[in-house]
T-cell receptor
């Protein structure tokens, strides 16, 4: 069975500093990988996705993630965060190529400090 | 264009009552998903509808939970004889076939 691990439940970071949110997955088959962001009292918005091709994926709001197959990781990065990036971030993996049934991680709460 | 719409946005009910949560997916999206998000937890998959295929109900936590999707569009998640542990945010998502999911803002369910 597939699983997703987000080891950091909370990440505090100062404004304009870089940030990395970690995501590791386990799977015996090829997968699709996603990062979603959830602002308070809202649903999830897709930040970026890895389906195939280049392992460096760029998303909205200046975020990017790198797929590392050997380390089974898909870490999310941003070189300079803003107060408005404060939110919950979820990593997700699909159960096999061509299906969109997701397994979600438990989320990382990013808190950007002034 | 309209996104995924969920109603009500908030629901407070007494233990033992039945509740119905509604999801209006984006027009034309063939796939529809229900998730449960409990405080401090990730998203727990509940049920998946794809077109006219039989739904994947593997995530429903008990037989008190059921869902239907009428006419391939609107979906209703029903929880019978609610318990306090059912308190959570229930999220609905939809997608075109084999495309990323679009989420609604959820229904916050509180069981007193």
């Amino acid at each position: 069975a597939q699983s997703v691990t987000q080891l950091d439940s909370q990440v505090p970071v100062f404004e304009e500093a870089p940030v990395e949110l970690r995501c590791n997955y386990s799977s015996s088959v090829s997968v699709y990988l996603f990062w979603y962001v959830q602002y308070p009292n809202q649903g999830l918005q897709l930040l970026l996705k890895y389906l195939s091709g280049s392992t460096l994926v760029k998303g909205i709001n200046g975020f990017e993630a790198e797929f590392n197959k050997s380390q089974t990781s898909f870490h999310l990065r941003k070189p300079s965060v803003h107060i408005s990036d404060t939110a919950e971030y979820f990593c997700a993996v699909s159960e096999g190529v061509g299906t969109y049934k997701y397994i979600f991680g438990t989320g990382t709460r990013l808190k950007v400090l002034a | 264009g309209a996104g995924v719409s969920q109603s009500p946005s908030n629901k407070v009910t007494e233990k033992g009552k039945d509740v119905e949560l509604r999801c209006d997916p984006i027009s034309g999206h063939t796939a529809l998903y229900w998730y449960r998000q409990s405080l401090g937890q990730g998203l727990e998959f509940l049920i998946y509808f794809q077109g006219n295929s039989a739904p994947d109900k593997s995530g429903l936590p008990s037989d008190r939970f059921s869902a239907e999707r009428t006419g391939g569009s609107v979906s209703t998640l029903t929880i019978q004889r609610t318990q306090q542990e059912d308190s959570a945010v229930y999220l609905c998502a939809s997608s075109p076939s084999n495309q990323p999911q679009h989420f609604g803002d959820g229904t916050r369910l509180s069981i007193l």
